[in-house]
């Protein structure tokens, strides 16, 4: 190593040590990028790859936009870090009938970052990660958003596989490049349930932390770390399962959009001869922004956001800190779940709401004379009636409240401002709260997602109906050894 690429990685590591542990206040640094394509030891990959393995032993950074394409596998050794360069917006791209196989491990996870200095890195630093597969989507071959040339996903295979994603940590990934044409964290087209998809992180994404467009892939253990949009989006007939999901949000960063933690539609035309999203979901805790009464972005809007003619269904979960729990964004995805024949069901929750409003039912008006009579006061009625729990109000977002479902403000939020977060928060949930006990798994939902999983070739993914408790924690926090909630400062 030269001389003055050493002294370089010496003073980053002492600029890092500077830097506030957390990103709402990060500190800036002069110091050349310690780790750029010039570095020894750095490889390059760009345009289209071939097979081949990634190792541990080396660092790697994506220049521009690189794709595996078809029959062909990109294999990543535990504990490899792979960096998106800034400057050509580095994004890799998982064609049809290509693989990724990415397996870390709890102590070695797989790292896709910024190939920023540490104290410079931010959301948009780089296009993120782009599976895509040959599952069903509810349009004709579309392109995937934020890629060009254009690379399309899709197919009639739900149980398509794409490879294997686990213990891996996607930071600084997503570009808004134009309105509704970004990438995200890591974005999912038509990607099949023969994908293995689980303990996941995405943290500062400059859009939505993970998207999915249509395909039947399954997940769990999935977190969404400081993004700028929505946590959890998922769009064109999306039926996989997911289970154990947290969601986190900084106070000041939000999308102009609106900023939700699930974002759920069936796709932007309303057209109810498409097929639904239908994706059950159970047990993830989604922490807003909103405690104490400190400031937040006035973009954040909605726990849970259901768009036009979603079906999803959600249980066993908890959402605080947003300023209205749920909003049906729709006529459509209202009659979806509190119709005559409901195909969606929201049911044994907990929202706790800062707006006194706990529901809304805006967007109803743009749908015609069929509409009369629905209200914000029907959301509400329709949740309350199927075994949820809401509380609205300044009481619900105090540090108290966030405690009462299992969330220790001074072990995620930090001590001093509700503005920051703990370096190494914990999650788990022991004793003495509403959250421990009452998950129920006994609707016939769960049955009938997991019968499209037992289909001939399917995965057979089951959902855990063992755990007992509301939310995505129990007495063990599943984020321990492989996460990072302070990638701002790391040093690679």
Known sequence: MKISKFITRKLASYAAVACTAFAFAS?????????????????????????????????????????????????????????????????L??????????????????????????????????????LLGRARVNLDNPAVEGITPAVNYGGTDDNNNTGILTFLRVEFAGIELTPNNETNGITLGGVGRGTKFENIQV???????????????????????????????????????????????????????????????????????????????????IIGPAIDGNSINANFRHAVDLRRNVAGSIFNSVFVGYPTALRMNHLSAYN??????????????????????????????GEGANLTGITAAN????????????EAGASAQTSEAYTRVGINPNLVFGRRVRTEYAINPNFAVTSGLITTKGAKFDHAKFNEAEARSAVAGGDNWKFD???TFVGAFGATDWTQGWTNFNPVAHVY
């Open 465 to 467: 109906r063992a755990v």
């Open 336 to 365: 979806n779940y509190a119709g005559t024949n409901p195909d969606g069901v929201i049911q044994n929750n907990i929202f706790f709401a800062r707006a006194a409003a706990t529901a809304a039912g805006s967007n109803l008006t």
């Open 203 to 285: 943290s500062y994404g400059g859009d939505d932390g993970i998207e999915w467009f249509g395909g039947s892939v399954n997940g769990k253990n999935l977190i969404v770390f400081a993004t700028w949009d929505d946590c959890f989006d998922i769009d064109n007939g999306f039926s996989g399962k997911l289970q154990f999901g947290l969601g986190i949000r900084y106070p000041s960063y939000a999308d102009q959009s609106e900023s939700n933690g699930f974002e759920w539609d069936t796709d932007g035309d309303n057209n109810l001869s498409r097929f639904k999203t239908s994706t059950v979901a159970t047990n993830f805790t």
């Open 93 to 130: 791209v998982i064609d049809r009938d290509a693989k990724i196989m990415s397996e870390g491990t709890r102590e070695r996870p797989i790292i896709m970052t910024s190939n920023q200095a540490p104290g410079d890195r931010d959301r948009g630093d780089w296009g993120g990660l782009v």
């Open 27 to 91: 500190c800036s640094s002069d110091v050349v990028d310690p780790v750029g394509p010039d570095d020894d030891g750095v490889v390059v990959l760009q345009g289209d790859i071939t097979t081949r393995t990634l190792t541990a032993d080396q660092k790697y950074l994506l220049r521009g936009q690189v794709f595996v394409r078809a029959n062909q596998t990109l294999t990543i050794e535990p504990g490899t870090v792979i960096m998106g360069e800034k400057s050509t917006k580095g994004t």
């Open 379 to 390: 959301v509400l009625q329709y949740l309350q009636a199927n075994g949820n729990t809401i």
